[in-house]
């Protein structure tokens, strides 16, 4: 895949989970880009050896509402967080 086909992903799941993030917690804009871009789900979604960018925004917005809410990203988070850490 190439590098510009995986930056367009990442710009639309990260559209579609800020539009999620807003509709469910009704937050701006502003406020819901920041939990986003200063998220580990987003710094594993950038990863694109992680290859999460691959999964559905749906997917990806479960892991970031789970890490707003307790604060955390969940430790089982499939096999992506297991890459990151090798």
């Known amino acids: 895949m190439t590098a510009i086909l995986q930056d ?12 999620f993030l807003i509709a469910d917690f009704q937050l701006d804009i502003p406020s819901a880009l920041n939990i986003v871009y200063t998220s580990d789900t987003f710094r594993i979604l950038s990863d694109k050896e992680a290859d999460l960018y691959c ?8 892991w970031l509402k789970r890490e707003f809410l307790t604060g955390k990203l969940d ?4 096999g992506h967080l297991q890459v990151l850490s090798n």
């Open 8 to 19: 367009y992903l990442i710009s639309h799941i990260v559209d579609k989970i800020t539009d």
């Open 75 to 78: 430790d089982t988070a499939d």
């Open 55 to 62: 999964q559905s925004p749906s997917y990806i917005y479960e």
